[in-house]
């Protein structure tokens, strides 16, 4: 430890009285963090060569930055996450209000097909099918030592956000160090070398955006550029960085479009970037002067300052979860070698790294204030991106948030929030034009002019759950925060997704339940329907729907607001469609028993009940619980990178931590290792294949699930621990109801000690594998009937329909101890394992 903030004392250029080290120091004795041994690290002793997947990736939630770590030229590929094809647009297709009866019609009378091709005619966007997250470009640093060099090695340090590439060339030891400032807004790139007058290259810029112009000047670079059009939107976003030079000693000049240092001593280098992007509607700012600003004020500090500053920005976030699940020799070796071999070796300690690499990626990619992490985060260099990069919102968005609450991240979900709001604007002129009702919805994607319309085709784009599932995400922060400003705030949003619900809903003729007609479960068709997914009342529909009523009126109850729409809800939600358990035994993905058990279609959709929903529980519901194990059996385990993430999930949710970790396994593999998908990149980003972010931020929620629960009543410690972390500890995750889990520690499958924060007060109700005695005066009583807390109520889920094929299998769980603690608001609670029996 001493070791490490020794070295950051040098980075810094400090003396060792330094104020803030030693702070950094006592803070790390207090929390008692000595026992995180191994640095929270990737590295590598090679460069990223051209492979965009091996470079590193930086990010301060509007400036992205991948460093690719090579010797003789240096490349950092960049983002600025306001930069998109297209301009304002939305993409309704008017034609479909006339069209909604028959299409309706037909669905009920089972001719899909023919529902699914007026769908594609009438429903579909026959304008912009979503706009595309765009490259800056890379910044080429071209050395002039030569080739051959060794003692190379590049990190990305997560415990400050920082990248740093070394290696030894003719004798010469030089250093690149690289962060996206935080508090600057700037990308800054030091370099320095063991003797002085080493520094020798020439910079230029290159990009796969069309429309760029570069020129060099006396003190750098300067970049123009436009976006491009696409799918007949004209591209409008204008984009402008400067690439500024601090030069110590030697010479610099402009040559044609590049920057040449000779014989200096140290560089800086300070790129600047902004665009003309306001909101999803605005494109009047002035990227040039944005830009200037940024630059001047950074240009005018200190190296070391901007540094100082960054990391303690990041570290207030990053330093509030340690995870420890032991260490072994493994642990020192290079990132891209342990992911070769973590399936069939011993190293533990590389899921903690992932673990945090996770949250670390969420700090750089979301950041209030800004835009919410695309499909690949803030990190796209392609000009046409997989999916657009952008936002799908039938499961890899919301996976994408995931984590925020319960890995203590809940300021990064703000960028989110902001975007439920602006698509409760645009989704209520969909609500209006296409499906002819109130309140708002959003098909399923969006992008950073918040569309709505449906896209894609009829077999992908006709869900209409954007509202619904995204809300949840509105209902989550006020459990975790209990925040009843934001709550208030945000209200709204959540009526208006009801409303749409609440209007748009039809009774299904045979049961006359209400339904979404026409619905979907996400890519996925019924057999027996002609290959169409189109279909009436989806077990994910009524899902969704179920949870956007009830959280509505829990939270109308709350504000103490709408009593008449409340009734509305409550009797809407009594008629919706139950669950069903199909003939073998699984879940049913549609109202009918349509599902074959040998599809490992990657979407599982009716599972949402299961994960993130609470509406399928061991405990509430054994009998659906025990219907969603067979579904989950039955679609296998290996899969596209965030299905297997949701898979950690869900086996977590079915208190099978052995499963859960075959999937961390499957997960932690190179990409191509599994036949079927999956695997991670060298740089530990996930892959679908391709990239797509999902999957980091799905293993972090799912490993986190696996350590901690709160959503069923209790905080369950450890209900999903894998044989294989005999021993370990984590600290600072968040619970629902305000309560934080300071430290909790477990041995052999047993909690050894939990301390838990109430920062609301009320009952903590506590349940564990074994039994726990508290310390000192504080009382704890067996836990018995329902959890007077009430952000711990669960609403009910309705009885499941269950085919008289299916056969009864429900198993008995393990015994638990469970206790209650009536806490205080700011009272701090220290339990032991009892190792008696
Ligand atoms: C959904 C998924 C795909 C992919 C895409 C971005 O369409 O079915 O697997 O993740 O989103």
Known sequence: MWHYYSNINKKLEMNKKNLYVLLLIMLCNVTGYAQQSTRMQLWYDHPSGEVWENALPLGNGRLGAMVYGNVDTERIALNEATLWSGSPNQNNNLKALSALPEIRKLIFEGQYKKAENLANEAIISKKSQGQMFEPVGDLKIAFDGGTAYNEYKRTLDLDSALSTTTYVQNDVQFKREVFTSFTDQVVVIHLTASRPGKLSFTSFFTSVEPQIDVKAYKEGLMIHGKSIDHEGVEGAVTFNSNVRFKVDGGDSYAADSSFVVKKA??????????????????????????????????????????????????????????????????????????????????????????????????????????QPATLQGLWNNKLFPPWDSKYTININTEMNYWPAEKANLSEMGQPLFAMIKDLSVMGAQTAKQMYGVRGWMAHHNTDIWRSTGAVDGAFWGLWSNGGGWLSRHLWEHYLYTGDKAFLEMNYPLMKGAALFYADVLVEDPVNHWLVLCPDMSPENAPKDHEGASITAGSTMSNQIVFDIFSQTIKAARLLNRDRKFIDTLENLRRRLPPMHIGQYGQLQEWLE????????????????????????????????????????????????????????????????GNHAYMLIQNQLSPVGTNAGGGGSYNNLFDAHPPFQIDGNFGCVSGITEMLMQSQDGTVNLIPALPDRWTKGRISG????????????????????????????????????????????????????GENPNPFYQNVGTPKPVISPKATDVVKSLKPTFECDIQTRKGGVYRLYGDSRP
């Open 265 to 370: 001593n140290e560089v800086t280098i300070f790129v600047s970037i902004a665009t003309n992007f306001n909101n999803y509607h605005d494109l009047s700012g002035n990227p040039e002067k944005r830009v200037a600003a940024y630059m001047d004020n950074a240009f005018a500090k200190t190296y070391s300052s901007l540094l100082k500053a960054h990391v303690a920005y990041y570290q207030k976030y990053f330093n509030r979860v340690h995870i420890n699940l032991g260490t072994t020799a493994a642990a020192h070796l290079p990132t891209d070698q342990r992911l070769k071999s973590f399936a069939t070796g011993n190293d533990p300690q590389l899921v903690a790294l992932y673990y945090q690499f996770g949250r670390y990626l969420l700090i750089s990619a979301s950041q209030p204030g800004g």
């Open 733 to 784: 995750l968040q619970a629902i109801g305000g309560f934080e889990i300071m430290d909790l520690k477990w041995k052999e499958g047993r909690v050894t000690e939990v301390v838990v924060k109430s920062t609301l007060g009320g009952n903590l109700r506590l349940r564990s594998p074994n039994n726990l005695k508290a310390e000192g005066d504080v009382r704890i009583r067996k836990a018995v």
């Open 593 to 656: 028993d349509l599902d074959n058990p040998t599809d490992h279609h990657r979407h599982i959709s009716h599972l949402y009940g299961l994960f993130p929903s609470n509406q399928i529980s061991p405990y509430r519901t054994p009998r659906l619980f025990d219907a969603a194990k067979r579904t989950l059996i039955q679609r296998g385990d290996i899969s596209t990178g965030w299905s297997m993430a949701w898979k950690i999930n869900w086996w977590a949710r079915m208190l099978d």
